[in-house]
């Protein structure tokens, strides 16, 4: 069964830093989204994404966030200069057809840690 | 603008024993409602969901849920749980086309 990988499972970075977060979603999918976790709390959304460009985006998703699809396969999450309150689990997402009754499917997450 | 309430945070059952996991939501219209599984080092797996028609809803893994307008409730239900169902369970509602609002996460140990 076709599924949503993410890389790394883990990144350790410096406060300040930029950090990018790669996701292949499933393949025939048109809309991609990024949700986060902050340890302890709720599973937040960030961003949508499709034919390109942001369809909508929440208020957490300021300007040291960006998304990109850089190639036909890959959707990255990057963060310019990351804050201590940036580290989280961050999941990525894909769905068919972006309608409200299709199915995202998550990918496992990737647990960034900024020190 | 929608919420979703999971009250328990953390849920212990005995293998074998019934479950159910309590979801409560806020939302004008008719919702779109979601129950996810993570399990540890997985992403979330979609369970079930509801968008109409019958409020009795089957998922995988023998789990079923009922959405109840009444009491904005879209409670999770296993009739018998097995210790590989332990994990964190998510309720979420639909807010327009595309973003999921999640409730806090009710995690569900196993006891042999």
């Known amino acids: 069964e076709p599924e949503v990988t993410q890389t790394p499972s883990h990144q350790v970075t410096q406060m300040g830093q930029e950090v990018i977060l790669r996701c292949v979603p499933i393949?025939?999918?048109?809309?991609f989204y990024w949700y986060r976790q902050i340890l302890g709390q709720k599973v937040e959304f960030l961003v949508s994404?499709?034919?390109?460009?942001?369809?909508?985006k929440s208020e957490i998703f300021d300007d040291q966030f960006s998304v990109e699809r850089p190639d036909g396969s890959n959707f990255t999450l990057k963060i310019r200069s990351t804050k201590l309150e940036d580290s989280a689990m961050y999941f990525c997402?894909?769905?068919?057809?972006?309608?409200?009754?299709?199915?995202?499917?998550f990918g496992p997450g990737t647990r960034l840690t900024v020190l | 603008a929608q919420s979703v309430t999971q009250p328990d945070i953390h849920i212990t059952v005995s293998e074998g024993a019934s479950l159910e996991l309590r979801c409560n939501y806020s939302?004008?219209?008719?919702?779109?409602l979601f129950w996810y599984v993570q399990s540890p080092g997985q992403g979330l797996q979609l369970l079930l969901k509801?968008?109409?028609?019958?409020?009795l809803v089957q998922g995988i893994k023998g789990f079923e849920a009922e959405f109840k307008r009444s009491q904005s409730s879209f409670n999770l239900r296993k009739p018998s749980v097995h210790w590989s169902d332990a994990a964190e369970y998510f309720c979420?509602?639909?807010?327009?086309?595309?973003?999921?609002?999640f409730g806090q996460g009710t995690r569900l140990t196993i006891n042999p």
């Open positions: 997402a894909s769905s068919e057809d972006g309608r409200s009754t299709d199915t995202q499917y």
């Open positions: 393949s025939n999918h048109l809309y």
């Open positions: 994404f499709y034919n390109n460009e942001i369809s909508e």
């Open positions: 939302y004008g219209a008719t919702p779109y």
């Open positions: 509801y968008f109409s028609g019958d409020t």
């Open positions: 979420a509602v639909q807010q327009g086309a595309q973003k999921l609002v």
